[in-house]
């Protein structure tokens, strides 16, 4: 099982909250040290490295909202400086993978803490292995998070980015599955007196319980409400997770376990004698100091990503808005129904899976505001997720459209005079065309301008 080698000792990890992050994927500065090798070399100055740097900044700061799981096709151009940003939630208890798949070698991929407000700078949380695909971490507490990729100077190509989430834990008893859940932590105990500090699994007698995880056995004994019970301690991720109502206890206190050993058998001991046999499993966090739910630990979220994009085939390529349309700051959402229900009643209130601003999600306008693009503009499919393109303007406005909206449609026209054609990013003059030439007409591009392809290939302006 992965993520078991943590970056921190236990102490530290308990006092500041840390993720639990595999020490391939150590957060490292590589970003930093390329930025500083630019200055080092001027190329700060110039047209490209300014854009490389401030598009790494803007990825940061205008992030796209998503929702886990989310799969995007995107393309970079290497003539033009560019970076992706996401921020999305996740929940304690969950494993967030994000998976990178690309021909290009030399790029930066970032996982950071999203700042709780304006003001404050993203923690860096992972990143991506120097040769590696993807990232892994587990966060320790309710969050939101941002990913920055950004290829090198001169480097680009295409990249499908997805971002999943899936319980950290091995499940904790033999050929049985979340459906077998039939107690919730937070229900009511002893008329209300307490509450339940866990969740019960219910299976036939005998059942194997198995450990969760890589973990030491630190007690196994007899208590009044628990009856046969065996603790073992997760030091990687600072938890102690309680098993009880054990009929047969199968380890001895201070033995190794690895993730799926048997460590005991359900039963109804303790003050379950009256319930059929299930093991009731508790997770605590920082000694016995907190008791959290463990559903996220142990049941994988609704998995509903797109396998391919409906437009991942046109990433890359300018095109034309073919009917009046607007374009949002993120992909909208899709909800997923979940195969299985967490009926934890403390969850009751919360307004979705996780509302880390207390405002029910993201703000409207995460990112700036949305945008009117009329029938016939020019614009670039950077990315594509779902049935949404992420699109770009010929002047640098970005967004996301419905797929349908857009076209593939070009028209050929010919030049009445003497013109110059210009760059597109740069403005600079690029051609000169002759009264009688004809190019091919991509569409508008504001009021006055027209984006054409020359005849050799290369987009351009025209005024």
Not at 266 to 292: C, E, F, K, M
């Given at each position: ?55 790494a ?14 799969e ?45 407000s ?75 007196a ?21 973990s ?7 208590r ?49 004698v ?19 739910d ?25 095109m034309?808005v ?10 909208p ?11 934890n ?9 996780l ?35 992420r ?22 026209i ?19 065309l ?11 591009a ?10 050799g ?7």
């Amino acid at each position: 099982m992965k993520l078991l080698i943590a970056l921190v000792v236990v102490s530290v990890v308990a006092s500041c909250g840390r993720e639990i992050v595999e020490e391939e994927f150590a957060p490292v500065d590589t970003h930093d040290r390329y930025v500083d090798a630019l200055i080092r070399l001027d190329l700060h100055e110039t047209q490209m490295g300014r854009d490389w740097i401030s598009s790494a900044r803007a990825a940061l700061d205008n992030p796209s909202f998503v929702a886990t799981p989310v799969e995007e096709t995107v393309h970079f151009d290497p003539h033009e400086p560019a970076a992706i940003g996401y921020r999305f939630a996740a929940e304690q208890g969950r494993r967030i993978t994000v998976s990178i798949e690309t021909d290009v070698e030399r790029y930066f991929a970032d996982v950071f803490r999203a700042p709780p407000s304006a003001d404050g700078s993203p923690e860096p949380v992972a990143s991506r292995a120097e040769s590696g695909t993807g990232i892994e971490f587990e966060p320790r507490r309710d969050a939101e998070y941002l990913l920055r990729i950004q290829p090198e100077l001169l480097r680009g190509g295409r990249f499908v980015v997805s971002i999943t989430a899936h319980a950290s834990l091995a499940f904790p008893v033999e050929g049985v599955g979340p459906e077998r859940i039939l107690s919730f932590f937070g229900d009511a105990r002893d008329g209300g007196a307490r509450r339940h500090e866990g969740i019960d699994v219910f299976a036939p007698r005998g059942t194997p319980l198995l450990a969760a995880s890589d973990s030491t056995v630190i007690r196994v004994g007899v208590r009044d409400r628990g009856g046969n019970i065996v603790t073992l301690r997760d030091d990687a991720r600072d938890l102690l997770l309680y098993y009880a109502h054990l009929d047969e206890q199968l380890v001895r206190q201070g033995q190794r376990v690895r993730a799926g050993d048997a460590i005991g058998t359900t039963g109804n001991t303790g003050n379950a004698v009256t319930t059929p046999p299930h093991l009731h499993i508790g997770i605590y966090q920082g000694s016995w100091a907190r008791s959290v739910d463990p559903w996220n630990y142990f049941v994988d979220p609704p998995t509903t990503v797109p396998t391919e994009s409906v437009a991942a085939d046109r990433v890359g390529e300018w095109m034309r808005v073919s009917t009046p349309t607007s374009a949002a700051p993120s992909v909208p959402g899709t909800t997923a129904t979940p195969r299985f229900v967490n009926r934890n009643p403390l969850l009751r209130n919360r307004s979705g899976p996780l509302d880390v601003s207390g405002t029910g999600g993201p703000p409207d306008e995460p990112d700036g505001p949305s945008f009117a693009l009329p029938a016939g503009e020019a614009i670039r499919a950077i990315g594509a997720i779902g049935d949404h393109v992420r699109i770009r303007t010929a002047d640098g406005r970005t967004g996301f459209v419905p797929a349908v909206a857009l076209s593939d449609r070009s028209d050929r026209i010919d030049v009445d005079t003497p013109q110059s054609a210009y760059d597109p990013r740069t403005g600079d003059a690029i051609a000169s065309l002759e009264a009688g030439s004809s190019v091919e007409l991509i569409g508008s591009a504001g009021e006055r301008a027209r984006l054409v392809r020359l005849p050799g290939g290369r987009v351009a302006l025209l005024n």
